[in-house]
């Protein structure tokens, strides 16, 4: 497993954007397909986007396509969430995590999360 660790949430206005960086530990980061996810309250938590381990391919929920952008650097140990043109809906706690890229599912290493607060 690796450990991960969200950064870059905050208050932005609506039609504002965020980046989100989630940096990993260990040397087996390039391995893992990674995903963002996130939690509203009184809501389910649910995936946004997911990349693969290369960075080669991704894939979002349809309600951030074309506005949100999943990237990663593995010589950094990093995944990003680029967030534009940003909701009031987007708010949320989000979350960085290893997945299965084909089925979206998480595989059990998780961050701790940042809160994204999107003012209308």
């Known amino acids: 497993q690796v450990q991960l660790v969200e950064s870059g949430g905050g208050l932005v206005q609506a039609g504002g954007s965020l980046r989100l960086s989630c940096a990993a530990s260990?040397?087996?980061?390039?391995?893992?397909?990674m995903g963002w996810f996130r939690r509203a309250p009184g809501k389910e938590r649910e995936f946004v986007a997911g990349i693969n381990w290369s960075g080669g391919s991704t894939r979002y929920a349809n309600s951030v396509k074309g506005r949100f952008t999943i990237s990663r650097d593995n010589a950094k140990n990093t995944v990003y969430l680029q967030m534009n043109s940003l909701k009031p809906e987007d708010t949320a706690l989000y979350y960085c995590a290893t997945i299965i890229y084909e089925s979206r599912a998480p595989t059990g290493s998780w961050g701790q999360g940042t809160q994204v607060t999107v003012s209308s």
């Open positions: 260990g040397r087996t980061f390039s391995t893992y397909a």
